[in-house]
C-alpha cells in the first residue's frame, strides 16, 4: 500500500504542470483588434486597417478563391447585402491579386459599396487567425474591438446576431 502512495506522489507534480501549462492563444486572441497588414486591392493600390471606416462594425472574411463554402457564404452575404448596411465587409483571400480579382469581378465586388475585397499572399493573416478552414470570419464592433470569431461553415443568423 505503502508503494502505492509514493507512486501516487510521484505523479502529482507531473498532473499538475499539465493542468497548469496553458495553451497559447491565436494572435488575434492575444491582440484583439483588427490587424494592420498591407492588403491588396483588386486596382493594384494598398490599403490597411487605417483605411477602413471609423465608428463601423467590420467583418473580415478570410476565404480562398476555390472554396466552395467561401463561395456560398459570399452569395449569401450579399443577397442579403441589406442586412449588412451598418458593416464593413473586409474581404481578404491569402491568394495572389490576379487570382482574387477573378474572384473580385465574378460576384460584382465593384457594385457593393461596403465590401473591400483584398489580396494578403504573404499569408500573415492566416497565421495571425490560425485558421485552418475556410472561410474564416471574424466580427469587430465600432471600435475595432474583437467580438467573436467563426472557422469554417457559419450560418448567415449566426453573423447576423453579432453584427446588429
Known sequence: MRHVFLAFLCWIPVFLNAQTKATPKAPYLQYPIIPAFPL????GHTITKNDLRKN????VFVFSVDCDHCKHLTEEVLKNIDKFKKTQILMVTPFKVDQMKEYYDHYNIRNYPNVIMASEPTRQIMYFYDLHYFPGLYLYDKKQQFVKGFEGTVKLDSLLHYMN
Open 40 to 43: 491588396t486591392l483588386s486596382d
Open 56 to 59: 463601423e462594425k467590420t467583418m
